[in-house]
């Protein structure tokens, strides 16, 4: 799992991305883009949630809030169905990403 690779690294040379998810960034828009095109039609009744995936390395944009049981973690906000489908997905990456705290997602 440590080798596994959705993007190149930046080479010598190269400017540096400025996502921070740029590792990861092709997974999430392949994810997002086949709940899109699928021809799966959801129910009326949508939740937009805030959902804390448990991490414990280094990150720029980890979260850590007292209340929860996991209390450091990277944040996601996730449209689901109330069976637990996910929809589409979008990772928190701090103040500098689109989403700036409010919880919208791409269309």
């Known amino acids: 799992m440590p080798c596994l690779h959705f993007a190149r690294n930046p080479e010598d040379g190269q400017p540096k991305p400025t996502d921070r998810l740029f590792k990861i960034r092709p997974l999430i828009d392949y994810f997002n883009n086949k709940m899109a095109d699928n021809t799966y039609y959801p ?3 949508l939740s937009l949630d805030e959902s804390m995936v448990l991490w414990w390395g280094r990150l720029t944009f980890r979260q850590y809030i ?4 996991h209390k ?3 944040k996601l906000y996730i449209v689901t169905e109330p069976d637990g489908t996910i929809i589409n ?3 928190y990456t ?3 990403d689109d989403f700036g705290g409010k919880a919208t ?3």
């Not at 007292?66 to 049981?69: G, I, P």
């Open 43 to 45: 129910d009326k009744m």
């Open 66 to 69: 007292k209340n929860k049981r």
């Open 72 to 74: 450091y973690g990277v």
């Open 89 to 91: 997905f979008a990772v």
């Open 94 to 96: 701090g103040q500098l």
């Open 105 to 107: 997602l791409p269309t």
